[in-house]
């Protein structure tokens, strides 16, 4: 199993005949940003969102009043997990040279790369500074400090993505192959619980608050419901399709996000009632979400369509496309967030 959602991340799934537009998309050649863009923001404290393109070795920042791209640095090969914690600075793991770039968007110049364990899929940090890095195919999770310097790795549970508490303080991790996710203090990474998940749970949101995480599980086309205090699953909710991945939760906590792929679409999940409310109509195959700086905007990628789409965080209606290029990959929100 652990192929096949490689084979989805990589952008090499190949379709039947009538997918065969699909597969085009995927393969159009990589825009030269960096030769039209410059490398660094004007105004790091601005609103950004900030792309990794996993199919061309580089990361794009996005102007959320504008909603153009302004900036572009290179990253390694299959760019993906990406976390932005500090104004325009990124981490970003790249699965397919199994690296860690360390980027500036604020000061424009080579920082560092870093070899990881093979095939790292996701990066965050957590209130103490330090940077976790899941490597899947490695089978690890390898903790750095802030200049990238690596001071541990933990073996063992089949890590794919994270989700950090709105305080840094703890850090949950899902366990694709276990069906279970796991919450953890972001300073010593002792194990706080363990819950069960629906079939390969993927990615992960916690609500403003603190008091909910959401998991997406790619298996069994749902998303587990964790209250985070009581360390255990309260609830299993169909999202009507199959492969959910990315999701986000809205800035005042009324309501999660999802990302239906094979179903193109979005859904609404009630935070209340923990029910889908709305199902929204995609033009393409989405896979991951953020929140912009100002909790109106959702930014959607759009890998298989080179695209990412703009998504009203209120009404919940499409706004404006981003045209950037085959396989946009995760997004990481403002600064500040993880």
């Known amino acids: 199993m652990r192929r096949g959602f490689g084979l989805i991340l990589a952008g090499t799934v190949m379709l039947g005949a009538g997918g065969s537009t699909l597969a085009l998309d995927w ?23 900030f792309v990794s393109m996993g199919g061309c070795e580089t990361v794009l920042a996005i102007d959320t009043r504008t909603h153009r791209v302004v900036a ?23 699965r397919k040279d199994d690296t860690l770039s360390l980027l500036d968007f ?30 899947w195919k490695g089978d690890t999770v390898e903790i750095y400090n802030a200049a990238g310097d690596r001071a541990r790795t933990i073996k063992g549970g089949d890590p794919t993505h994270f989700a950090v508490s ?21 300073t010593t990474w002792r194990q706080l619980f363990a819950a069960p998940t629906g079939k390969k749970p993927v990615h992960l949101t916690v609500t403003p608050d603190g008091r909910f995480l959401y998991v997406t599980n790619f298996g069994s086309g749902d998303v587990t419901v964790i209250d985070i205090p009581a360390g255990r699953a309260v609830a299993t909710i169909p999202v009507g399709g199959k492969k959910p991945l ?17 179903a193109e679409m979005l859904v609404a999940i009630d935070v209340a009632s923990q029910t889908v409310s709305r199902k929204i109509k995609a033009d393409g195959e989405p896979q991951h979400l953020a929140l912009a700086r ?19 965080a209120v009404d919940l209606e499409w706004r404006a496309r981003i045209e950037t290029g085959p396989s946009p990959q995760q997004i990481a929100p403002r600064y500040g967030d993880r």
């Not at 159009?28 to 660094?40: A, E, L, N």
């Not at 990406?82 to 790249?94: E, G, S």
């Not at 110049?109 to 093979?118: I, M």
Request: neutral net charge; charged residues 20%.
């Open 166 to 186: 709105p305080d840094g303080a703890t850090i949950f991790l899902a366990h694709w192959d276990e069906n279970r996710v796991t919450a953890h203090e972001a």
């Open 246 to 262: 990315g999701l986000i939760a809205s800035g005042d906590g009324s309501r999660v996000l999802v990302a239906v792929m094979s």
């Open 106 to 135: 604020a000061a424009p110049r080579p920082v560092r790369t870093v070899t990881t364990g093979e095939y790292p899929l996701d990066v965050v940090t957590g209130g103490g500074g330090a940077v976790f890095v899941a490597t």
């Open 294 to 312: 100002d909790g109106r905007t959702v930014y959607v990628t759009m890998p298989h369509q080179g695209r990412v789409d703009v998504l009203d």
């Open 27 to 49: 393969l159009k050649p990589c825009t030269d940003w960096t030769s039209r863009v410059p490398p660094g923001v004007r105004d790091p404290a601005k609103g950004y969102v």
């Open 72 to 94: 572009a640095q290179k990253a390694g090969d299959g760019a993906h997990g990406i976390a932005v914690p500090r104004p325009a600075t990124a981490f970003v793991a790249n």
